[in-house]
Structures are given as structure tokens and as C-alpha cells.
């Protein structure tokens, strides 16, 4: 494995995290697939952290809508 991706895999700092964790993604999101933002929330789930998960199906990496502004 290069070392380098070894550094920047997330899992790597799971044990670090601290509560609250709120997870926001959009299914649109093509910077980040919907997949790691569930598995980011299962981690901290896991862990026993305080957390939520917060979906827009409509949005992608910015919550643009301002209905959806509002909620989030």
C-alpha cells in the first residue's frame, strides 16, 4: 500500500473521534459517494459516538436548495 494512502484513509483516524459526529451528504455528491458518507456514520454509530445522519437527495456536495438550507 502506498504510504500516501495509507495517510489519508479516514479509517485510520476513526479512533480520534470525538462526539457529536453529524454526517450531511447529497446523493448527487460526486466528490464523496453516498457509500462513505453511510460508512463515516456506521463508524461513529460503532464507536457508541453521539451521531446523525442528515440525507438530500436532491443536493450534491453544497446544499443549494433553500428549503434544504433551512434544514440543514
Known amino acids: 500500500m502506498c504510504k500516501k494512502h495509507f495517510i489519508v484513509n479516514p479509517i485510520n483516524y476513526v ?3 470525538d462526539p457529536p459526529m453529524l454526517v450531511i451528504h ?3 455528491d460526486y466528490r464523496i459517494p453516498l457509500g462513505q458518507g453511510i ?3 456506521q463508524a461513529a454509530v ?3 459516538l ?3 445522519f442528515l440525507y438530500f ?3 450534491n ?3 443549494l436548495t433553500p428549503q434544504n438550507g ?3
Open 15 to 17: 479512533d480520534k473521534w
Open 26 to 28: 447529497g446523493s448527487k
Open 39 to 41: 460508512q463515516a456514520f
Open 46 to 48: 460503532l464507536r457508541g
Open 50 to 52: 453521539e451521531s446523525r
Open 57 to 59: 437527495p436532491e443536493e
Open 61 to 63: 456536495h453544497w446544499v
Open 70 to 72: 433551512i434544514v440543514w
